[in-house]
């Protein structure tokens, strides 16, 4: 992460972040039809199994409308490549067309791109032990992170024991690095008006502030020392604010569990479980009659 450009330009953005830990998954063989399309076998653990079929020339058009004639497919049990047939040999060196690790490809398929399909159970493997909260206050994800040391981390590594057998604890640690991005909603007369992301450096750090003692008061992850046990009362918080009622959600098809809760996230916010705060009331409203039973299963 530390050498990646890209990585760190995606963590500066970034100042609430969760680490959470979910048994390693890998690919698990795959197939080609004559068509080009490749089917590949998705082990998750536990019973966790799926298909995901890949049109790798649909992908390829999708690069401004790239259309080569052969790509070469380069799978390992973690990563799939897949590479423009030319002249030049393929080494580790090669940049692929595209790629998809196990939680990219996951990822990917939540938000249903172009040339990924089956994978019903993408929300199943989407599905993670949430173990600490954490924000950069003064800074972002990436110098909290990785310029100094990271104390929870560290515990995590430490006492962690990995769920799949001859896998590292490193090999099944995730970090999800967020952005917060808030929307205001005023009522004038009976029409709401919804107002965008821009707010002050100041009070946008009040809003991150706030993000975490609401996800730990409520989450409870084990590797959060202290639990907010006075939220909202705080006194960097949004506590005593002009808001009637506000609250947070994880707008991404995402699952986080805890000893205590599960946090369905979504990309329709309508079906997204919110953490709402109104005056000292502090509650997980969940979305009724929208999860499926899948989303239950872990």
């Given at each position: 992460?530390?050498?990646?450009?890209a990585?760190?330009?995606?963590?500066?953005?970034?100042?609430?972040?969760?680490?959470?830990?979910?048994?390693?998954?890998?690919?698990?063989?795959?197939?080609?039809?004559?068509?080009?399309?490749?089917?590949?076998?998705?082990?998750?653990g536990?019973?966790?199994?799926?298909?995901?079929?890949?049109?790798?020339?649909?992908?390829?058009?999708?690069?401004?409308?790239?259309?080569?004639?052969?790509?070469?497919?380069?799978?390992?049990?973690k990563?799939?490549?897949?590479?423009?047939?030319?002249?030049?040999?393929?080494?580790?060196?090669?940049?692929?067309?595209?790629?998809?690790?196990?939680?990219?490809?996951i990822?990917?398929?939540?938000?249903?791109?172009?040339?990924?399909?089956?994978?019903?159970?993408?929300?199943?493997?989407?599905?993670?032990?949430?173990?600490?909260?954490?924000?950069?206050?003064?800074s972002?994800?990436?110098?909290?992170?990785?310029?100094g040391?990271?104390?929870?981390?560290?515990?995590?590594?430490?006492?962690e024991?990995?769920?799949?057998?001859?896998?590292?604890?490193?090999?099944?640690?995730?970090?999800?690095?967020?952005?917060?991005?808030p929307?205001?909603?005023?009522?004038?007369?009976?029409?709401?008006?919804?107002?965008?992301?821009?707010?002050?450096?100041?009070?946008?750090?009040?809003?991150?502030?706030?993000?975490?003692?609401?996800?730990?008061?409520?989450?409870k992850?084990?590797y959060?020392?202290?639990?907010?046990?006075?939220?909202?009362?705080?006194?960097?918080?949004?506590?005593?604010?002009?808001?009637?009622?506000?609250?947070?959600?994880?707008?991404?098809?995402?699952?986080?569990?805890?000893?205590n809760?599960?946090l369905h996230?979504?990309?329709?916010?309508?079906?997204?479980?919110?953490l709402?705060?109104?005056?000292d009331?502090?509650?997980?409203?969940?979305?009724?009659?929208?999860?499926?039973?899948?989303?239950?299963?872990?």
């Amino acid at each position: 992460m530390k050498s990646d450009k890209a990585a760190e330009s995606v963590l500066r953005q970034s100042d609430f972040y969760l680490m959470a830990t979910r048994h390693e998954v890998r690919f698990h063989g795959c197939r080609v039809e004559d068509s080009g399309n490749v089917h590949i076998f998705i082990d998750g653990g536990e019973g966790l199994y799926d298909e995901v079929i890949l049109e790798p020339f649909v992908i390829a058009k999708s690069f401004e409308g790239f259309d080569p004639e052969e790509l070469v497919v380069d799978l390992g049990p973690k990563i799939i490549k897949f590479y423009v047939e030319g002249d030049v040999d393929i080494d580790e060196n090669t940049e692929p067309l595209e790629w998809f690790s196990t939680e990219k490809l996951i990822f990917d398929r939540s938000r249903n791109l172009p040339g990924i399909h089956a994978f019903e159970r993408y929300r199943e493997f989407a599905t993670y032990n949430l173990l600490y909260v954490g924000i950069a206050k003064a800074s972002d994800t990436f110098d909290r992170l990785f310029e100094g040391a990271h104390h929870a981390r560290q515990k995590i590594l430490s006492n962690e024991h990995p769920h799949r057998i001859g896998a590292r604890v490193s090999d099944e640690l995730i970090l999800f690095p967020f952005e917060l991005v808030p929307t205001v909603i005023r009522e004038v007369g009976t029409a709401p008006a919804f107002e965008g992301g821009q707010v002050s450096r100041h009070h946008h750090k009040v809003i991150v502030a706030d993000a975490e003692k609401a996800f730990i008061h409520l989450l409870k992850p084990e590797y959060n020392v202290t639990q907010y046990a006075d939220y909202p009362r705080s006194s960097d918080g949004l506590y005593g604010a002009s808001y009637q009622s506000y609250g947070f959600y994880v707008e991404e098809n995402l699952i986080f569990v805890t000893k205590n809760q599960i946090l369905h996230g979504h990309l329709d916010h309508r079906r997204a479980d919110v953490l709402e705060i109104a005056g000292d009331i502090v509650r997980l409203r969940k979305s009724t009659g929208t999860h499926s039973q899948n989303d239950l299963c872990r």
